[in-house]
């Protein structure tokens, strides 16, 4: 797949302990994102945050959180990060979404020659 130029960044905030049907909702989205054939997904889980909530969570020792923040972030194409939104508003029931427009200047996978 090549993939460069102008493209959209999905970036999609939740918690890690957010389920869908008994599986954690981070992998629910990055599963359907693959099968929806889109560039790559990565889920970052966050040390400290908060959102729309307004509590606190985080990984210090004194306030442990069984909650912390993950954002999951997919780059591609503006067309297929658009027909994939749809699928967000079946899995999110608190969070955050955005979409950002970026320019890809490299995207080469493992096992492809580098030019």
Known sequence: MKLEGQALRLTIFVGDTDQWHHRPLYHEIIH??????LAGATALRGIEGYGASNHIHTTRILSLSEDLPLVIVIVDDPDRIRAFLPQLDELIGEGLVIVEPVEVIRYVGRGREAR
């Open 32 to 37: 359907r994102a693959h099968k929806a054939g």
